[in-house]
């Protein structure tokens, strides 16, 4: 079956410095990856997607994120963070080869940036 | 363009009452989705909805829960009688179709408490 997991639940970072958030997919065929991410009392907002080609995608916000697919990871990215980062983000995998296309979220990250 | 929109935003009930929730996609989303998200946890679909047609209810307990779009617009979930257990986020999300590589549209949520 396929899953996804997000290994922290909470990552700290100061601002300025680069940041990831980890996720690790596991499916049975070609999997299409999703970052999603929750700001309080907010509704999910997509960030970026990989469905195929180049591993490194660049999303919303000067977000990017890394398709490894012999580590099975599609970690989350930015070089340099922004306090307005702070919030909850979402990986979320939809198995191509499964019995299922349903779109499967990890747990959640939160993000924390300090000033 | 006006996003998904959901209401109630918070609700408090005392358990066996009833409860509805109410969601108005994106104009022109054929695709509904209401998704179910416990504290500390990832979205999990309860169900799917391609114009008026249920065509992925296995995660709703029908037992208790229903849902209809009668028009293939807005939609409505209800749950009778509510439970403890029921205390989540009820998400509402649209897409213009069920596309597998496409990105889903969130609505704020609707915050169930059952006392």
């Known amino acids: 079956a396929q899953s996804v997991a997000q290994p922290e639940d909470q990552v700290n970072v100061a601002e300025g410095n680069p940041l990831t958030v980890k996720c690790t997919y596991s499916?049975?065929?070609?999997?299409?990856l999703f970052w999603y991410v929750q700001y309080p009392n907010r509704g999910l907002q997509f960030l970026l997607k990989?469905?195929?080609?180049?591993?490194l995608v660049k999303g919303s916000y000067g977000f990017e994120a890394e398709f490894n697919k012999s580590q099975t990871s599609f970690h989350l990215k930015k070089p340099s963070a922004l306090v307005s980062d702070s919030a909850l983000y979402f990986c979320a995998v939809r198995d191509m080869g499964g019995a299922t296309n349903k779109l499967i979220f990890g747990t959640g990250t939160l993000l924390a940036v300090q000033p | 363009e006006a996003g998904v929109v959901q209401s109630p935003r918070y609700k408090i009930i005392e358990k066996k009452q009833p409860v509805a929730f109410w969601c108005n996609p994106i104009?022109?989303?054929?695709?509904l989705y209401w998704y179910l998200q416990n504290l500390g946890q990832g979205p999990e679909l309860l169900i799917r909805?391609?114009?008026?047609?249920?065509?992925?209810d296995s995660q709703l307990p029908k037992d208790r829960f229903s849902a209809e779009r009668l028009k293939g617009v807005d939609s409505t979930l209800k749950i009778q009688p509510a439970e403890l257990g029921d205390s989540a986020v009820y998400l509402c999300a649209s897409s213009p179709r069920d596309t597998l590589t496409g990105e889903l549209f969130f609505g704020e949520g609707s915050r169930l408490t059952v006392l």
């Open positions: 909805y391609e114009n008026e047609e249920a065509v992925d």
């Open positions: 990989y469905i195929t080609g180049d591993n």
């Open positions: 104009s022109g989303h054929n695709t």
């Open positions: 499916v049975s065929g070609n999997p299409y």
